[in-house]
């Protein structure tokens, strides 16, 4: 009888040893926690990625300030810290080149004898007179053919001093003296005569600076952002 129960006793024992010998090991809390942080990292990372191959820009910068500020210290934080600069500043190009679009505004009229064509852009700080503008135009039209002025709005040219030329630079470039004339007809507008040579420099060019003076405001440059011009909007150049 005790030879059984030691044996009993025994088999528990070998039993026991067995079943505890095939127990998984405990899971360390913070080793899956990290793996859990990962793997959230590595999911948002794919869409960074993605973003980055389609040219969105700005989703991928959100992406990416998103994952370095909520998985710091992951494998796809380190990943993504080594390209989001460039991200970033892709981004911020494309706002600003969306902003210089923006500034130009394109019109199509009928007109006899055909279409006319205009893009019009205000200086980029106003004058200062009550409710003045000055805009630079460039016009396409069918009898007048192509045209390039400065066009004032509740203000005038002040030529008593001379607007046969007008000091013109783009890019912040030494300026040059290009041939301006006044309508006779005594609209608020000044004609610069090389209408062909100022838009091949201004397709090129992300500023222009041109110097007037205007009664009531003097002499000053105005300055205009010329970058977003879209030349496909002004179709054809009608002869003159």
């Given at each position: 009888?005790?030879?059984?129960?030691?044996?009993?006793?025994?088999?528990?024992?070998?039993?026991?040893?067995?079943?505890?010998g095939n127990a998984p090991?405990?899971?360390?809390p913070a080793l899956a926690a990290k793996a859990a942080n990962e793997a959230r990292a590595a999911k948002e990372g794919a869409l960074y990625d993605q973003m980055r191959?389609?040219?969105?820009?700005?989703?991928?910068?959100?992406?990416?300030?998103?994952?370095?500020?909520?998985?710091?210290?992951?494998?796809?934080?380190?990943?993504?810290?080594?390209?989001?600069?460039?991200?970033?500043?892709?981004?911020?190009a494309n706002a600003d080149a969306h902003r210089l679009a923006a500034l130009w505004?394109?019109?199509?009229?009928?007109?006899?004898g055909g279409t006319q064509y205009a893009a019009t852009i205000a200086s980029k700080?106003?004058?200062k007179l009550p409710n003045a503008r000055l805009r630079l135009v460039l016009r396409q039209h069918p009898k007048w053919g192509q045209s390039?002025?400065?066009?004032?709005?509740?203000?005038?040219?002040?030529?008593?001093?001379?607007?046969?030329?007008?000091?013109?630079?783009f890019d912040g470039a030494k300026p040059q003296h290009m041939k301006a004339t006044i309508p006779p007809t005594g609209?608020?507008?000044?004609?610069?005569?090389?209408d062909e040579g100022f838009i091949a420099k201004l397709e090129k060019a992300k500023t222009v600076a041109i110097g007037v003076n205007?009664?009531?405001?003097?002499?000053?440059?105005?300055?205009?952002?010329?970058?977003?011009?879209?030349?496909?909007?002004l179709p054809g150049r009608p002869m003159k």
């Open positions: 009888m005790r030879f059984q129960c030691a044996l009993t006793v025994a088999f528990g024992l070998i039993l026991a040893a067995c079943s505890g090991p405990p899971v360390d191959r389609s040219g969105s820009w700005d989703i991928a910068t959100s992406l990416g300030n998103e994952i370095l500020a909520k998985y710091p210290g992951t494998q796809t934080a380190q990943r993504v810290q080594q390209t989001i600069a460039q991200t970033r500043a892709k981004s911020a505004s394109y019109t199509v009229t009928a007109e006899d700080e106003p004058l390039v002025y400065l066009l004032l709005d509740n203000a005038t040219f002040d030529c008593k001093g001379g607007c046969a030329t007008l000091p013109v630079g609209e608020p507008a000044l004609f610069i005569d090389d205007v009664k009531g405001a003097g002499e000053f440059d105005a300055e205009f952002e010329v970058g977003g011009f879209d030349s496909s909007k």
